[in-house]
């Protein structure tokens, strides 16, 4: 097999996600890099797309895999996109990781592919915010920062009154948000099917502690191995698609009308699914790059 360089896009060399990836490309004989987005320098005039690390001009990278995290989305785009114009393989198209930070464009992609998800009202700050709670059926509903992560922005408002006052602060601050049916019968639980290049390798069911509806590993869910039913396969793998995301983490809560897509992740982290599941993920990931290189 042919030797590749490889460059993971990551900020932090000492992420669980950036060492798995690395220690997976060189147990496959590949030369790893570890390039901070965030120092990289682009330079663009006719035909000849270059980028700057530290100064210094990069070369002869095969492919990159962007572990952008979402503070910095803008300027790793960018990145992700003059490697694109170098044609220079990535794992995450950079149109697709603009699509997948917006959760509500990407609801509107995924209900169009006729996938099914809670339902969703998005208003510009409307000053009726009963109506629109009613929109999603009344209380108890989620109330969810559009740009939130790690469950932080993530709001149960358990009344009407309790839904109302949520949604008139947060449009005191013109903060973006989206008004949600709650799914109860998810029990605090949502499933997180990690997809690589068309097929699901990996996926585990995330438990929120106890009393909390979030079940986020990030405030204090556990997670364990789950094995998929094939409608929540076949829903996980379509999301993927038709959001044009080839690694990405698809997250769906267990309704009673079957899966309901969340959210789908395209800077997945490995920790939580490599250990619940004891499968390595990040080797599927170097596979699929040396099938496209
Ligand atoms: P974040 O991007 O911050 O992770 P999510 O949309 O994934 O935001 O929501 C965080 C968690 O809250 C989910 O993992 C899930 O457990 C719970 N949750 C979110 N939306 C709903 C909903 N509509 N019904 C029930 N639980 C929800
Ligand atoms: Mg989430």
């Known amino acids: 097999m042919q030797k590749l360089r490889i460059a993971v896009l990551s900020r932090n060399p000492e992420l669980y996600s950036t060492k798995r990836l690395v220690a997976a490309g060189e147990a496959r004989g ?14 663009i005039e ?8 530290k100064g210094k001009l990069l070369e002869n990278i095969d492919a990159v895999i962007p572990r952008i995290g979402a503070s910095i989305t803008f300027y790793g785009t960018a990145v992700v996109r003059q490697f694109e114009m170098m044609n220079v393989f990535s794992t995450l198209n950079s149109q697709a990781l603009v ?6 464009q990407s609801m509107q992609v995924l209900s169009k592919a006729g996938l099914n998800m809670p339902k969703t009202t998005f208003t510009n700050n409307s000053k009726n915010v009963s109506a629109v709670i009613n929109k999603v059926g009344g209380a108890p509903c989620i109330i969810k920062l559009l740009e939130g992560t790690q469950g932080v922005g993530v709001v149960l408002a358990e009344t009407k009154s309790a839904a109302e006052s949520v949604l008139e602060a947060f449009n005191g601050l013109q903060a ?3 008004v949600q049916e709650f799914i109860a019968e ?3 639980a949502d499933l997180r099917v990690f997809v690589v290049d068309g097929n699901v390798v990996g996926a585990m069911k995330r438990q929120g502690k106890e009393g909390e509806f979030r079940s986020n590993l990030h405030r204090g869910g556990t997670a364990e191995l789950f094995e998929l039913t094939e409608e929540e396969e076949n829903a996980a793998l379509k999301a993927a698609k038709k959001l ?11 309704s009673n009308s079957g899966p309901m897509i969340m959210e789908v992740n395209s800077s997945p982290g490995l920790e939580g699914i490599e250990q619940a599941t004891k499968l390595d993920i990040a080797k599927n990931i170097i596979r699929y790059i040396e099938r496209n290189v």
């Open 46 to 53: 006719k035909k000849k797309p270059q980028i700057y690390y």
């Open 186 to 188: 998810a029990k605090g």
């Open 99 to 104: 699509c997948s930070r917006d959760k509500l």
């Open 30 to 43: 590949h030369e790893m890099l570890v390039i901070d987005h965030g120092k990289c320098d682009l330079l």
């Open 244 to 254: 044009g995301l080839s690694v990405c983490g698809v997250d769906m809560l267990q």
């Open 176 to 178: 973006r948000v989206i």
